[in-house]
């Protein structure tokens, strides 16, 4: 199974400022298959240690002398550790959060070494006392599989490279295939584990499974993870995203979770979700034009889920509803197609905001900047009305809007329509 964040893996190792890795990600995004794959293709060895399971990983970093931690490492993974020729994982560094602080050391005294670690973010940058190494690591951040991955994984090869290939109008001719598998991708989602049982089984029921496993684990990680006093929060923030997501105006109410809640009741419970990797926070901005940061506002946002298979699995969807009715696409108040479409966003670490305007029904999905202001109008079905894009962009003609929705490819003097199926490599390809 094909990760594209491999390639980054590979930029990292041939670095000639190369620094210790943090490769970040929710739990079950594929991070330790990755890393070991990545080391048994690119490395003569693997040390490999999971700092959860491995007790003396907790008591070892009594100093950072280097010199010593790779012997420590050498004995516990049972491996020759050589510069160059070996990569060091640690795995769930969050359980030892010293050893975050012990890369800084790797960094300024031992830089042939190659050592990356992982975690899901459950506790990483969240034990008081703790120094994180600021400038002293290179991150990466894994995320579920985009729709590209998903159909790399499918073995869609042909259709993946005439995509590559970028002649957008002739691919609307392959629209009712591509929209099958987008109809699979909705139900099955992006996270590894329950993309390759579909991929071998062709399984509904067991991807529903799995999905629901994977939540329940989440849930559990609460219980072991969260402070204790914000446990309760932090499950209702959790439960209440589909429902957040069905409403027309999808900006997150807090007295929808709890009646007469206000934002500072559950801000801890929003940051703690996020800095796991289990939200997305999109904020909401005020002006629509460059640069978009400035005009964010901290008391708007939208929360997503991480996964839209997930989501499909917190709401109990049906595979019926997604694969054979057109339920997911023209029901739920889009909120299936947003949530895609973020993913895809998000695979490309590029930051989405969305914009609204007080007082008025005006709304723009999604907003990202690249070398351009994006404004983004995302439909479901193939209806072409854009009324809030075509205002905005009488507003500030410097905009290049896009249009996503299950219309072919269309170019216009102000603004091109993009099949959904294909907005992954629209967004990479645009400049």
Not at 169 to 182: Q, R, V
Request: charged letters at 25%.
């Amino acid at each position: 199974m094909e990760r594209i964040a491999y390639n980054k893996l590979v930029e990292w190792k041939n670095k000639s400022n190369r620094k210790p890795l943090i490769l970040n990600g929710a739990r079950q995004v594929g991070k330790t298959w990755l890393l070991k794959n990545f080391g048994q293709r690119e490395y003569k060895n693997v040390a490999y240690i999971n700092c959860d399971r491995t007790d003396e990983m907790k008591t070892i970093f009594s100093d950072f002398d280097t010199e010593r931690l790779i012997r420590v490492f050498s004995a516990l993974s049972n491996t020759t550790i050589e510069p160059g020729n070996t990569i060091i994982i640690l795995d769930e560094i969050q359980v030892t959060p010293l050893g975050l602080t012990a890369l800084k050391y790797f960094c300024e005294e031992a830089p042939e070494y190659h050592i990356v670690v992982a975690g899901s973010l459950l506790g990483i940058g969240l034990h008081e006392g703790t120094g994180f190494p600021v400038g002293k690591v290179d991150e990466i951040t894994l995320h579920p599989m985009s729709f590209e991955e998903f159909l790399m994984a499918m073995g869609k090869d042909i259709l993946l490279s005439q995509i590559k290939e970028h002649r957008w109008d002739e691919l609307t001719s392959y629209s009712s295939t591509f929209i099958e598998l987008l109809r699979q991708y909705y139900y099955v989602g992006g996270m590894p584990e329950v993309v390759n049982s579909y991929i071998e089984n062709q399984d509904l029921q067991e991807v529903r499974s799995i999905q629901n496993q994977i939540l329940a684990d989440y849930k559990r990680d609460f219980s072991k993870h969260v402070p204790m006093d914000i446990i309760p929060k932090v499950n209702m923030v959790w439960d209440s995203i589909p429902a957040q997501l069905a409403k027309e105006n999808k900006k997150y109410i807090f007295g929808s979770v709890k009646k007469g809640a206000r934002a500072k009741e559950f801000k801890n419970a929003i940051q703690w979700l996020i800095e796991a990797g289990l939200v997305h926070k999109v904020p909401r901005v005020s002006k629509v034009c460059r640069p978009i940061k400035f005009y964010e506002d901290y008391n708007a946002f939208k929360l997503f889920c991480v996964d839209l298979g997930l989501l499909g699995a917190m709401s109990d969807v049906s595979a019926k509803d997604i694969l054979v009715k057109d339920t997911a696409f023209k029901e739920y108040k889009g909120a299936f197609t947003e949530q895609y479409v973020l993913q895809q966003i998000i695979a490309q670490d590029i930051k989405a905001y969305y914009y609204s305007k007080e007082n008025s029904t005006l709304e723009l999905d999604f907003i990202i900047q690249k070398e351009d202001v994006h404004p983004i109008e995302v439909k479901a079905e193939e209806n072409l009305r854009s009324k809030s894009l075509s205002t905005i962009y009488n507003e500030n003609k410097d905009l290049k809007p896009w249009r996503f929705s299950m219309a072919g490819f269309r170019q216009q003097d102000w603004m091109v329509n993009v099949p959904l199926y294909l907005i992954y490599e629209w967004i990479k390809a645009s400049e």
